[in-house]
């Protein structure tokens, strides 16, 4: 038969009826027989109504909508991860309600993704009646003592077991294993259970039984068990499809959508309960007279109507109602009723699907016919096929129509294209039924024909699916102590915390006193802050990488202007001579005065060197070594002030007036503090050191603006142009690249790491002259911590990111923070959960053992709050790595402890700071600004409040307020020299 866009329905008015069972009758047989057919014919459209409708009904359920009361319940089966093969062990099942009159024990043993099946031992016993209706303490005690008996005959010996138990009754469930008995069902009346958790009473009985050691890890419904017993296929085995006496299904959802769970990672399983779908305006239209008169003789009148158009309970009563109507209307038998046929329940699934089975032949269908006493002619044998089969395809149209709902969800939820996932089938209909896996495929093709689905039949769902729950609940539990294990020397405690501080405080007193210390607390000879009278036009020299920046800062009464250009340094020239170099440096500056229209003038100019330098003055720079690429001979050792005049002076017409050298900390301190004169602390902390760029662009391949915007250094404009893109990554990319190029877009290399300074009183820099006044402080300390005092802080992973650097021992506390090895950290830490099996199956990938290939940006990418699973996943998986749900759960609880440390540990440091400068003013509470910078503080989702929530805890007494800083390396050069030619001329006035 065919059906969707063939069949139809058309309820016939003004038909005689037939008295005796008040349905409709016409007086031509053909006719009749016709009009009975028909109305089992569902089109298209109504099929689509119903999956919109339940759809429709499945989120107002999730939501939590009360009234008006959704039609379907969605309940929490709090079972929230799918097996992925390495379960392995011996679990119990214990069936209650299943099978009626009788529960029935299994043993189930799994293997792992290396071992042979085992089939599972199991046993039924019979409930007798008065323990069915008795005391509920009976009942489990019952069940207790088969369990016994059962276990006995095995050898089981003095181990602890686990058990899942399977309990088929109304139920209310709170936890996966805790659920509460609404109301009895299938005979039970044992009283003093409704109303109680079940899993409690059964434990209860287990310990007064007192033979073994038995854990209750689950209780479970027979869908659930349906769909965890799935063999793997394809796609994720992620819905369960019961048709069986009854029909339900249920699903893996995100959790975040299940509003009753308050939970927004990971995923759940729900209980459809569909077969309570009642809705009046999409199964009015497909109601027969014969599902009416179902229902009205039926136990629950209105009750589960979508479940007695589908449920094998059902399909045969129907089937009977229709041939009772023909009899009796003359049609069929010759107008002869059987008391059989006229019985309720006389007719059973059974006989349907023999019916229909072609194999069966026309020989079975008479036999079958002639049991219930009727004498068919072979007319009335073809006639009695095609009931059976329209009411048939019926039931499996609908709920293909319902399956359809829940994998529309399913795609919506996921937000994918293409939903490819497999469905795990179970139930009688399902095994006896011979067409109705086959129409339920065909009709879901049509209605979701974006999902790619596999049905894949159950093995003893309510059995090995049953342990299938126990045994993942079991691996997770496990595999929860190994990660909270691996993870605890990562969460520090508070006094953990201010022990960093009071260590950082006794360094910070020994370095500023010249004695031996991790902490350098190098002078930098800026000796105040901006407050807001400086005014003028400064030049800012920007070096920091193979490309630097030319400057000119206009500063005014309404602000701060900057116009600014890019150079290049060539790699023959940065490692070329010194000369060279700084020649090259000053044709730039020449430039760039022609350019502005400054050329013959002489600005002050301030001069951002970021490379390890002694500074013995405002002006003057010793060079320690080269790094990032530089090697210029005659230059170490060397004043890189002097080396910058000598250039000048050699391209003579030129006139610089070179004021002050900078570091890039001291420069955002100095940038903030324009803003606000209460900023005396600069703060760096880098995600990544911005280099070379390709890899973040290899991210846009596919943007037409790509290559463009790529020449023209306007990341912000492409920023622009990608909002609302739905790849939240390029965004991510965009931004960075916006903070990493800054506003005007122009591309810079920077990176140090982490670094704090700070205004300390001038009295207490023994290496500086001078009682009075202040001085600002480089405190250099990412260094801190290399004389061992951070040593109880230190992991395994600290320790293999450490001896695998170019500089083992050194910058410990550095190598905590810095967005340089925070992605080492994570990645060695994934290592280790993966040899311990918790992760990715146990299986090693070789790009998960590549170094950096973890960058740091991708924990500020999967910690954003904005970022569903699915794109956490993405980004796990463009490494190469086959992850579950549960896989990126657990690396994203890696990046935030590995994180949450990092930015607990700057706050440590941050305190330890603003305490010393409250202590040094002898103030009660001191209200003060920090100046920060750095790509991992600016985008990193909760950095930044973790940091200023850390400094609350450990420095009540400072109201601190953290500040970010626009361009300190360049801006705040320019600062600091407005600052110095201010100070300068106070002094000759």
Known sequence: ????????????????????????????????????????????????????????????????????????????????????????????????????????????????????????????????????????????????????????????????????????????????????????????????????????????????????????????????????????????????????????????????????????????????????????????????????????????????????MIGGLYLGELVRLVLAHLAQCGV??????????????????????????????????????????????????????????????????????????????????????????????????????????????????????????????????????????????????????????????????????????????????????????????????????????????????????????????????????????????????????????????????VDFQEKQGLSGQSLPLGFTFSFPCTQLGLDQGILLNWTKGFNASDCEGQDVVCLLREAIRRRQAVELNVVAIVNDTVGTMMSCGYEDPHCEVGLIVEQEVCGSLEGDWELLEHSVWHREMLERGRPRLLCELTTGWSNSRVQQTCLELVVCWGEEGKAFTHGTGTNACYMEELRNVASVAGDSGHMCINMEWGAFGDDGSLSMLSTRFDASVDQASINPGKQRFEKMISGMYLGEIVRHTLLHLTSLGVLFRGQQTQRLQTRDIFKTKFLSEIESDSLALRQVRAILEDLGLSLTSDDALMVLEVCQAVSQRAAQLCGAGVAAVVEKIRENRGLEELTVSVGVDGTLYKLHPHFSSLVAATVRELAPHCVVTFLQSEDGSGKGAALVTAVACRLAQMTCV
């Open 332 to 589: 069929l038998f010759g107008g002869y009723t059987s008391p059989a046929l006229l019985r309720q329940g006389g007719i059973l699934l059974e006989h349907v699907a023999e019916i229909e089975d072609p194999s069966a032949g026309a020989a079975r269908v008479h036999a079958i016919l002639q049991d219930l006493g009727l004498n068919p002619s072979a007319s009335d044998a073809e006639f009695v096929q095609h009931v059976c089969a329209a009411v048939c395809t019926r039931a499996a149209q609908l709920c293909a129509a319902a399956l359809a709902a829940v994998l529309s969800r399913l795609q919506h939820s996921r937000e994918q294209q293409t939903l490819q996932i497999a469905v795990a089938t179970g139930g009688r209909v399902f095994e006896r039924h011979p067409r109705f896996l086959s129409i339920l495929q065909e009709t879901v093709m049509l209605l979701a024909p974006e999902c790619d689905v596999s049905f894949i039949p159950s093995v003893d769902g309510g059995g090995q699916g049953v342990a299938m729950v126990t045994a993942v609940a079991a691996r997770l539990a496990a595999h929860r102590c190994l990660l909270e294990e691996t993870l605890a020397p990562f969460r520090l405690t508070r006094e953990q915390l201010a022990a960093v501080q009071a260590q950082m405080r006794e360094a910070m007193a020994k370095g500023l006193q010249g004695e031996a210390s991790s902490l350098r607390m190098l002078p930098t000879y800026v000796r105040d802050t901006p407050d807001g009278s400086e005014r003028g036009d400064f030049l800012a020299l920007d070096l920091g990488g193979t490309n630097f920046r030319v400057l000119l800062v206009h500063v005014a009464t309404g602000g701060v202007q900057i116009t600014s250009q890019i150079y290049s340094i060539p790699e023959c020239v940065a490692q070329g001579s010194g000369q060279q170099l700084f020649d090259h440096i000053v044709d730039c500056i």
């Open 1 to 308: 038969m065919d059906f969707i866009g063939s069949l139809g329905l058309q309820q016939r008015e003004g038909v005689p009826s037939c008295p005796q069972e008040g349905l409709p009758c016409p007086s031509n047989s053909s006719e009749l027989v016709q009009e009975c057919l028909q109305q089992f014919k569902v089109t298209g459209a109504q099929l689509r109504q119903i999956q919109i409708s339940l759809l429709d009904s499945m989120e107002q359920a999730l939501k939590g909508q009360a009234s008006p009361a959704p039609a379907v319940r969605m309940l929490p089966t709090y079972v929230g991860s799918i097996p992925h093969g390495t379960e392995q062990g011996d679990f119990v099942v214990l069936e209650l309600g299943a099978t009626g009159a009788s529960l029935r024990v299994l043993w189930v043993t799994l293997m792992g993704i290396e071992g042979h099946k085992m089939e599972p031992r199991s046993q039924e016993f019979v409930i007798p009646q008065e323990v069915m209706l008795g005391p509920g303490q009976q009942l489990f005690d019952f069940a207790a003592r088969c369990l016994s008996e059962f276990l006995d005959a095995l050898p089981v010996g003095n181990q602890g077991l686990q058990l899942g138990f399977s309990f088929s009754f109304p139920c209310h469930q709170t936890g996966l294993d805790k659920s509460t008995l609404i109301s009895w069902t299938k005979g039970f009346r044992c009283s003093g259970v409704e109303g109680q958790d079940v899993v409690q009473l059964l434990r209860d009985a287990i310990q007064r039984q007192g033979t073994y050691s038995i854990d209750v890890v689950a209780v479970v419904n027979d869908t659930v068990g349906t769909m965890m017993g799935c063999e793997p296929g394809v796609g994720p085995c992620e819905v369960g499809l019961v048709v069986d006496t009854g029909t339900n299904a249920c699903y893996m959802e995100e959790a975040r959508h299940v509003a009753v769970l308050d939970e927004d990672r990971g995923r759940v399983c729900i209980s459809v309960e569909w077969g309570s779908f009642s809705d009046d305006g999409a199964l009015g239209p497909v109601l027969t007279i014969f599902d009416r008169t179902l229902d009205h003789e039926s136990l629950n009148l209105g009750a589960q109507r979508f479940e007695k």
